[in-house]
């Protein structure tokens, strides 16, 4: 019985069923639409965002990583000393998640009722002295942080492996945590894009949210439903794109990158036969029975086209069609914005999926960059 | 002998009184008076709106951020005295640190403490997403955060490379590896080969972002020092310049967020 069932988690944790499944349902659990929201209401979802919810979320979540302890293969990854902050991670953002959608949703149903959310004061009573009533929260939490950090230092020491030696390579070699969804991505793209041009737009695109979401009357308090789009795809590309990518580039990547469950023991042996190939290959050998063409641009125009459209193409198609009222609300400026960035986030599960499905290794391959 | 008992009472000595200038406050003006003439307690405003002392909305995360720098301060200067950054020292000191130290746990709170701190900036980043509290007029200052959650990964990286052992070696060599592919600009990066004048290609192993990076072709001693200076003086001062533009950024847009 157990055996199977830590099968069963093996097999459902790959990338492949594990990143689909969550792709297919987060859009219900957190609805960017109308559509999306009425589906989310009739299934109930939103009630994982009450006390109720929180005690089921945390109970399966505690059960589930208490019961796998018992496993030695679990145990030698999740209690490895420099991974205990990644469980810490993943608690404390469901944690908070949780905390957040719950204030969410309880201000959106006073805002339903015609009431203030339940931040607000009125101007006469809204404000109160920071001595004491600010500084002495600021010295508890000083204090239990402090305390948890010493605790957290004496029992566990800081690791220290072998010396430093450049002639030895470690399989498998990884960056530190905080960088494993990059990594990650590189198994899907080459490194200027995952390494150089992905971060860049990370960090361009997060200091571009305020100058594209500027909509000053949901400001300062929680809530979902007036800024669900905005809500849905951030958690989208903070919680899939970047927390679950760490996950699984700490947890179920091992020798040679490979992917190994979480009851699995890393076979250094294992492997895994990769035939990847490029779109140029699947168009002209595959499909049309013929030879690569030998000019470049040729051979590669497919791939060039696909990409320009994806790029150029959508974000007016749509702004004409099925976003017609939401790009007139925004302007031609903040739109584009928002599309370019959306896609870039969205390029990454394509291309997860592509691979996939068809084994696709570049869209674009030529001598001097692949995408 | 009256006078003689009352001179006993520390809090009421010439010396105590010169130090906190404010008695203990026991009325409205007196506690307004302790945050205004409080050096360190004058980065609060003196009054602040009741929501915002409740850990449920603000989760603490922001003030915990900085409360974590602090202490990654106080126990880095303390590791400074014992650590040298050189490939013969670097790696026998960490080792010495645990083993021979007085209060050898000073690393273990470092280290702890820096992945905490990780994790302290994304969660507070991620509160102030939740609230919308990045919104105008607050757009800048969330700008200013992104800066500062980018320097906080960058000191948590260079110092990853100062225990010098394999994990930090590797891990280092696979984050410079990404340099390398920098487009125009890494030695593997698309286009290298076009940065050139006539046939003299500028972009080589001893001129590229990687090598600007480490000092050197790969993860050897000068990157090592490199990474150290970085890792106790370039960064640290980078990231306390922008932390006091954030916090006063706070103040000067309206102080923490609130619904209008």
Not at chain 1, 49 to 59: Q, S
Not at chain 1, 60 to 74: A, E, F, K, R
Not at chain 1, 161 to 172: G, H, I, M, Q, R
Not at chain 1, 236 to 250: A, E, H, K, N
Request: glycine share 6%; charged share 15%; proline share 6%.
């Amino acid at each position: 019985m157990g055996e199977s069932v830590k099968h069963l988690v093996n097999v459902f944790s790959s990338p492949t069923i594990s990143f689909l499944t969550l792709f297919a349902i987060f859009f219900f659990i957190f609805p960017p639409t109308e559509w999306f929201a009425a589906i989310n209401r009739r299934l109930g979802i939103y009630k994982l965002w009450t006390g109720k919810g929180g005690v089921f979320i945390f109970t399966v979540m505690i059960t589930g990583h208490c019961l796998s302890l018992t496993d030695p293969n679990y145990r030698a990854i999740v209690l490895k000393p420099d991974n205990v902050p990644i469980v810490l991670l993943l608690f404390s953002t469901v944690f908070f998640l949780w905390l957040s959608m719950k204030q969410a949703y309880a201000n959106d149903a006073r805002l339903a009722q015609g009431l203030k959310p339940n931040e607000y004061e009125v101007p006469e009573k809204r404000k109160v002295l920071v001595w004491p009533d600010l500084v002495y929260t600021e010295l508890i939490v000083m204090v239990l942080c402090m305390v948890g950090l010493l605790v957290w230092s004496i029992v566990l020491q800081a690791p220290l492996e072998e010396p430093a030696d450049p002639s030895l390579t470690p399989n498998p070699s990884k960056a530190p945590w905080y960088f494993l969804a990059l990594q990650e991505m590189l198994v899907y793209f080459d490194p200027w894009l995952a390494g150089v041009a992905f971060p860049t737009v990370i960090i361009v695109g997060l200091m571009a949210i305020p100058y594209i979401d500027t909509d000053r009357s949901t400001s300062g308090y929680f809530s979902f439903q007036n800024r669900k789009l905005f809500i849905s795809l951030f958690l989208f590309g903070w919680l899939v794109l970047w927390v679950y990518m760490v996950i699984v580039g700490t947890f179920f990547r091992g020798p040679g990158w490979n992917f190994f469950g979480p009851f699995e023991r890393w076979d250094p042996h294992k492997v895994a036969a990769l035939n990847n190939v490029n779109l140029s290959e699947i168009i002209y050998v595959i499909a049309l029975k013929q030879t690569l063409p030998d000019n470049v641009l040729v051979r590669e125009i497919w791939g060039i086209l696909l990409t320009s459209f994806y790029f150029m193409g959508i974000p007016p198609l749509l702004a004409k069609f099925r976003l017609k009222g939401f790009f007139e609300r925004m302007g031609s400026m903040k739109y584009s914005w928002f599309m370019f960035l959306s896609l870039m986030a969205l390029s990454l599960p394509i291309k997860m999926i592509l691979r996939w499905s068809i084994n696709l290794k570049y869209m674009i391959a030529t001598p001097w960059f692949n995408i | 002998m009256a006078e003689e008992k009352k001179n006993k009472n520390p809090f009421k000595s010439v010396i105590w009184k010169s130090i906190f200038r404010v008695q203990v406050p026991q009325d409205r003006r007196g506690r307004m008076m302790q945050v205004l003439n409080n050096v360190f307690l004058h980065l609060h405003p003196v009054s602040i709106p009741k929501h915002a002392v409740k850990v449920k909305y603000t989760w603490c995360m922001g003030g915990l951020s900085f409360f974590v720098f602090l202490v990654l301060t106080v126990t880095g200067i303390l590791l400074m005295f014992y650590y040298v950054p050189t490939t013969t020292r670097a790696y026998t000191d960490v080792i010495d640190l645990a083993e021979t130290t007085p209060l050898g746990i000073m690393r273990e709170i470092h280290r702890w403490g820096a992945h905490l701190m990780v994790i302290t900036v994304w969660l507070h980043m991620f509160r102030v997403f939740m609230t919308g509290a990045y919104k105008p007029p607050r757009e800048f200052n969330w700008a200013i955060g992104v800066i500062l959650l980018t320097l906080t990964m960058l000191l948590s990286f260079t110092g990853y490379l100062l225990p010098w052992d394999q994990l930090a070696i590797w891990a280092i060599t696979v984050g410079s590896n990404m340099a390398a592919a920098t487009p125009l600009l890494g030695r593997e990066g698309p286009g290298a080969a076009l940065v050139s004048i006539g046939d003299i290609n500028l972009v080589t192993p001893l001129s590229d972002a990687k090598y600007g990076l480490l000092g050197e072709r790969e993860v050897r001693g000068g990157a090592l020092l490199r990474f150290y200076v970085f890792h106790c003086i370039a960064f640290p001062v980078v990231i306390v310049v922008f932390m006091a533009v954030h916090f006063w950024r706070v103040r000067k847009d309206g102080g923490v967020s609130g619904p209008l």
